[in-house]
């Protein structure tokens, strides 16, 4: 008898004494295969018995297994019930599997905040895979996460001391680069050679990286190359497109250049569908190095990586179309290009449109367009636009004129190895007097500049406003409204979000698009903006641009009204009177309407009328409901104005006044209440009159 056979036989030993842990690794090694003839349906039977005894890893096995299918028939929602039983046991694995399900099924559907609780409860239970998402989401500042490169680091250490080789390649990268604790080469390539010993090709291609370049250790560049050659047919596309640029080099000492094994390399990230070695070889194609040239080709690349959202090949292929190199030259297409690329952060393309606003756009709005896109480019360290923003500042064009500033930006230039920016910034030392005071510049300006330079996503939704109304200092323009709302967006303001959205929604300027309108409303929702959540709300209530889901709506609404939105406030209100996602609770309802109404609330008042008027649980009280109907009409909500035409004409809770009515209509009408306008309408169609019939009519 085999060791394993013992194994198995004490495993059954113990199963049938009751062990729910030998049960349930029995079940698992007959599931499996592992010393038994596969048998997925007993395997099954025995981790069901050992989940229903409440033994948490054989439900959450369990719960896995009927998520995914495997052998059985896919249960998505035993499966839930499952994994969620041995979450509630708190068993780490399942708690961030739970975690993982929000996650997986789609955040229009999920409660970010949960997922982030899920994931945190896991990691600190020591689950490795939460523990290395959760760093991850500190590292990137993403769904809920703030970038805290210090948290990130003590979850990727924890990751790694439990033996995960990924986490130990990214504490090495954190050591090597400094992110989160200080630059250390010694411990960074050791924790690079640990994950190598794991087999861990990321790691070995950085501890290579160090090898080659000669950084912290003694360069050795063939053994460099051969290590990054190991982790390449590994798969790595790191390796891959290095490669492709070590061999196209003339910078090595001991590795010798050939093209042709440039194109070898990169034709291997190609058929991974990687965009910097589809622009690697593009090039070779340009020049005809190692390959037949071939302009066609080399376009064909460029414009595949576009399209798969590289800003370089982007603003590349926008290059080609300006100059008509490999194709028909057309300014058009190649502006739109630019335009892409640096939405997508390209900052040669923000500089090169920041040119042609200055130099060929008439339009009134072109100089704060120009003076926009070299800021954003010399802040991404374009050293181009250091110097046009320095000449700008020290001859006073598009600007107040300071020979501060532009002493700045010639210094940044120059800081960065720029001869021009340093023989500008010595001639105007030399030249300038540091005591002379200069002009200041308008408040418009600082506003720009500081929205710019200051990753200010408030200044930006404001100059955004700006432009979308139209002032004394800006002219009325959506293309320039949307560009400073992106940036706020860029810069975390969810204000801005939520008016793209509404001009997706009205069709203003852009075309009218639900589906963009809810992407941009949830954006700005994640992000914390009450007017968003309750937009998304309604949609989700109503079931415009998404599936209808009350549940949902519900969600968004209390989340809206619980930061004093009155909108919000107003459409928890209806969910509790209606019982929209929630039982219906009126007394819920009404504590609501009431925020609201404090909050400055027309509608809420109007609501409570509706409440008095018509709930059993205040015995529909016409005298209260007249008189919140009342306060509503008098605040200007045209609703409550047609409806208290109806009371005055019905004589509900008021003597009825025919006089009374036909004021409180005509207040509505010209408001726009479309009732209102039926009301009038339907009376001047009664009359005699025909000139009174032909008004009602229209």
């Given at each position: ?13 113990m199963?049938n004494?009751g ?11 007959i ?8 048998n997925?349906?007993e ?30 028939a ?39 905040h ?10 600190e ?7 290395f998402?959760?760093?991850l989401?500190y ?6 996460f703030?970038?805290d ?13 439990q ?13 090597d680069?400094?992110?989160?604790v200080?630059?250390d080469?010694?411990?960074a ?13 990321e790691?070995k ?6 090898y080659l ?17 190991d982790?390449?047919?590994?798969g790595?596309?790191?390796?891959i497109?290095e490669?492709?640029?070590?061999y ?5 000492e001991t ?12 034709r291997q ?10 622009i690697g070889?593009?090039k070779?194609y ?7 040239q ?9 414009r ?11 603003f ?5 179309y300006?100059?008509?190199?490999g194709?028909?030259?057309?300014m ?8 892409k690329?640096?939405?997508m ?14 130099y060929?756009d008439?339009s ?20 181009g636009?250091?110097?046009?923003l320095?000449?700008i500042y ?5 600007v ?5 500033k ?7 230039a120059a ?6 920016g ?11 007097d ?5 002009e ?12 710019i330079?200051?990753?200010?996503g408030?200044e ?31 810069n975390?303001?969810?204000?801005a ?12 300027w852009f ?22 959540q309750?937009n998304?709300?309604?949609m ?6 998404v599936k209808?889901?009350?549940e949902?709506?519900?969600k ?5 009204a619980?930061?004093?939105?009155q909108?919000g ?5 209806e969910c ?14 009404m504590?609501w ?7 400055g609330?027309?509608?809420a008042e ?23 109907c009342?306060?509503?009409a ?21 003597e ?5 009515s036909k004021?409180?209509?005509?207040k509505s ?13 339907s ?12 008004r009602?009519?229209?």
């Open positions: 008898m085999t060791i394993e056979d013992k194994s198995n036989d004490y495993l059954r030993m199963a004494r062990d729910l842990e030998a049960k349930f690794e029995l079940g698992k090694r599931y499996d295969g592992i010393g038994f003839e596969p997925t349906r395997g099954i039977r025995i981790i069901r018995e050992a989940a229903e005894s409440g033994y948490a890893p054989a439900q959450n096995y369990l719960g896995a297994i009927l998520m995914n299918g495997e052998n059985i896919e249960d998505k929602v035993m499966g839930k019930e499952w994994i969620s039983k041995a979450a509630e046991q708190g068993f780490p694995k399942a708690i961030s599997n739970v975690a993982s399900i929000i996650k997986d099924s789609g955040w229009a559907d999920s409660d970010e949960t997922y982030v609780e899920l994931l945190k409860e896991s990691a239970k020591g689950y490795p895979e939460a523990q998402n959760l760093a989401r590292y990137n500042g993403t769904n809920g703030p970038v490169n210090i948290k990130a680091f003590e979850w990727f250490m924890k990751c790694a001391e033996g995960d080789p990924h986490a130990m390649t990214w504490v090495g990268f954190m050591y680069y400094g992110h989160g200080p630059i080469d010694k411990k390539m050791d924790w690079y050679l640990k994950a190598e010993d794991k087999g861990d090709y790691a291609y950085r501890r290579a990286m160090h370049r000669g950084w912290g250790v003694d360069k050795s560049e063939k053994w460099a190359v051969e290590r990054i050659k982790s390449a047919r590994a790595n596309l790191k390796a497109r490669l492709g640029a070590i196209s080099s003339k910078d090595y590795i010798e250049r050939s093209y042709e094994e440039s194109a070898f390399w990169y990230g190609v058929y991974q569908n990687d965009a910097p070695s589809m070889l593009a070779l340009e020049s005809g190095d190692g390959v037949e071939s302009y066609q080709k080399a376009i064909g690349l460029y595949t990586a576009s399209e798969q959202g590289s800003a370089k090949a982007t590349i292929l926008a290059t080609k300006e100059d008509g190199i194709l028909e030259k057309d058009a297409v190649a502006l739109d290009l630019y335009k690329a640096a939405g952060g390209n900052e040669h393309a923000m500089r090169r449109l920041g040119d042609w606003y200055l060929n008439e009134e709005v072109a100089k704060d367009r120009a003076l926009m896109m070299y800021r954003k480019a010399a802040n991404k360290g374009c050293i636009a250091e110097i046009d320095g000449r020290e001859n006073g064009v598009l107040t004129r300071s020979i501060k532009a002493l700045r930006y010639y210094y940044d800081n960065e190895g720029d001869d021009v340093l023989s500008n910034y010595k001639r105007l030392m030399n030249l300038s540091p005591m002379e005071k200069e200041e510049e308008t408040p418009l300006e600082r506003s720009m500049r500081i929205a330079d200051c990753d200010d408030k930006c939704e404001l100059i955004g406003d700006k432009y979308y109304r139209g002032d004394s200092e800006l002219p009325q323009n959506y293309e320039c409204a949307v560009e400073w709302y992106e940036e706020a967006i860029a975390g303001n969810g204000l979000a939520t008016n793209i959205g509404w001009m997706y929604q009205t069709g203003t075309e009218k698009n639900i589906d963009k309108a809810v992407e941009y409303y949830r954006k700005a929702a994640k992000a914390g903006e009450p007017v968003a309750r998304l709300a309604d989700y209530l109503r079931g415009i641009g209808r889901n009350p949902m709506g519900f968004w609404a209390r989340r809206s619980e930061q004093d939105y909108d406030q107003v459409v928890l209100g509790y009177e209606m019982g929209y996602g929630v039982p219906e609770d009126r007394e819920a309802a504590k309407y009431l925020r609201a109404s404090d909050n609330s027309s509608k109007y609501c409570m009328s509706r409440l008095y008027s018509r709930s059993p649980e205040f015995h529909g009280d016409d005298i209260r409901a007249f008189s919140w009342m306060m509503s008098l605040h200007g909500y045209g609703p409550a104005q047609c409806t208290l035409g109806r009371l005055y004409r019905d004589g509900k809770g008021i009825p006044s025919e006089e009374e004021k409180w209509f005509t009408c010209e408001s726009g209440n479309e009732n209102a306008m039926y009301e009038i309408g009376d001047l169609l009664a009359s005699d009159d025909p000139a009174d019939c032909k009602g009519f229209d």
